[in-house]
């Protein structure tokens, strides 16, 4: 599957984002090794600490349909720039895989390509295997 097909599923999911508090909308598009595609968009809460974001749901919806081998991800938004994964998302997506490709995307054709691996270098997956007290 090419970037832009995943983008175009990205583009797809944030039309149903609940942005009703930023107006800012993101879709995301999560492919699975088996090539399975799987779409979230943000859903916000009056109480910001509890809106979900687009990234997490995808990564929720792979999960529930039984897909865990996740290849790579492409985000959309309506901004300047590309946005890239807040730090919660980066770490749940790590749990998954490390090494994740992510394409971030604008709404007017903009992509940039990153590895999850260079945006969270040291994520915590593990950390309790290592613990000597647990």
């Given amino acids: 599957m090419q970037y832009s097909e995943l983008t175009a599923a990205a583009a797809r999911a944030r039309k ?7 107006k800012f909308t993101v879709g995301a598009a999560l492919l699975s090794k088996e090539g399975k595609v799987f779409v979230g968009s943000n859903v916000e ?11 997490r749901s995808a990564v929720a919806a792979a999960v529930v349909s039984g897909h865990r ?3 790579a991800i492409a985000i959309l938004t309506d901004s ?55």
Avoid: H, W
């Fill in 16 to 22: 149903n984002a609940y942005a009703p508090y930023s």
């Fill in 45 to 55: 809460n009056i109480s910001f600490g509890l809106t979900i974001c687009a990234e």
């Fill in 69 to 71: 081998d996740l290849d």
């Fill in 80 to 134: 300047k720039k590309p946005v890239l994964p807040c730090g919660a998302c980066r770490q749940v997506l790590a749990e998954f895989n490390p090494s994740m490709k992510i394409f971030a995307a604008t709404t007017d054709g903009e992509v940039e390509e990153f590895s999850l691996k260079d945006l969270l270098p040291l994520p915590t997956q593990g950390l309790l295997e290592k613990r000597q007290d647990v």
